[in-house]
């Protein structure tokens, strides 16, 4: 068994200072530590666990992660004895819960929600170097287990709730991204499937089925020429051209990391989008809009995953460069939802 009074018994303490908020942190740290090596701790997920307490709301992610980095050096540095006592001085007697809540965090089993067998005597040791009554101890560790509890059910009504549309070629299903209650629909026909709703929101698949001797040339091919041959040459000018007369693209881009090789294009829609904005005069035009284009082949199909920014009749698009990287970031947030199959 681990001597953990030479982590809680020790009178040495850290060249470094600390802030009381790096006193909660550096509890987690030495917790994440005790029982392994330094190098298996992961500042990040260490990071993801402290932003959720109140003392850190002022904190953003990337500011706690280097906290974090910082008190694990100083545990490699100085040892835990150190950090510890640097930590347990820096407390205020607001935050010494807290210090030990993030300690029963880092411990706990999050599938059956208890403080396994083997942790338990760390945990006591903990309490009492902390000077934290029983009660109060078993209180906070009631709550966290609680909050686990609470996240939990949260998640599985979250899932429970969660439309999924199926494409009827049983190659991909994805979580429908529009509510019913403001006007969400999904419009479905062989080969295609459209997202809208009331507020502009517009996300549209559509797919096709390469023939394997096409799939084999393709392994030769050029994916560049082949992509803007279907995306400019071909979908453009029928799906949208041919709609909106005055449609232009404003934009395309080869993206050979993103989805093992696709192709983005930015088209411009002059009073394309598919909602509408009422005039003075009691008449009703369409919004000009963007739409975004991604095409890319996963498995035996070529998908091309499309969306919709809108603008309003006295707003103007920001610069080329913002409205590119804004709609490939939503295309591709999209893209992730999907599941292929």
């Not at 850290?14 to 740290?29: F, K, M, Q, R, T």
């Not at 392994?219 to 279907?230: G, T, W």
């Not at 809108?310 to 698009?317: A, G, I, R």
Request: charged letters at 30%.
């Amino acid at each position: 068994m681990i001597d953990y009074d030479k982590i809680f018994n020790s009178s040495e303490v850290s060249e470094e200072s600390l802030s009381p908020e790096e006193g909660v942190a550096a509890v987690a740290v030495v917790t994440a530590i005790a029982d392994s090596a330094v190098e298996e701790v992961d500042a990040e997920i260490l990071a993801s666990i402290l932003w959720e307490f109140e003392v850190f709301e002022e904190y953003s992610e990337d500011e706690i992660t280097e906290i974090v980095d910082r008190l694990i050096g100083i545990a490699e540095d100085e040892g835990l004895c150190c950090l510890f006592n640097s930590a347990s001085e820096a407390l205020s007697d607001e935050l010494v819960l807290d210090g030990f809540a993030a300690g029963v965090i880092v411990l706990i089993d999050e599938e059956e929600l208890i403080i396994p067998k083997e942790k338990q005597p760390y945990l006591k040791k903990l309490q009492e170097a902390l000077k934290i009554e029983d009660e109060e101890a078993e209180e906070i560790i009631q709550e966290v287990i609680a909050a686990f509890q609470e996240a939990e059910n949260e998640e599985y009504f979250e899932d429970e709730d969660e439309e999924v549309y199926e494409s009827p070629s049983d190659n991909f299903t994805v979580p429908i991204p529009v509510d019913s209650q403001q006007g969400g629909k999904v419009q479905s026909q062989e080969g295609t499937v459209g997202f809208s709703d009331d507020f502009g929101t517009l996300f549209r698949i559509d797919y096709y089925p390469i023939p394997l001797e096409q799939l084999e040339e393709l392994e030769y091919a050029d994916r560049e020429e082949y992509f803007q041959s279907i995306l400019v040459d071909k979908y453009v000018p029928q799906a949208i051209v041919a709609n909106v007369p005055n449609a232009q693209v404003k934009y395309s881009e080869y993206l050979e990391d993103i989805m093992m090789g696709s192709y983005f294009v930015l088209v411009d829609m002059p009073h394309g989008s598919t909602i509408s904005q009422q005039e003075n005069n009691g008449t009703a035009s369409r919004l000009n809009a963007y739409r975004g284009l991604l095409g890319f082949i996963n498995a035996d199909f070529l998908y091309i995953v499309s969306s919709q920014r809108s603008f309003l009749k006295d707003e103007n698009p920001g610069s080329l460069e913002e409205e590119v990287e804004d709609m490939k970031e939503r295309i591709l947030e999209f893209v992730e939802t999907i599941e292929f199959t």
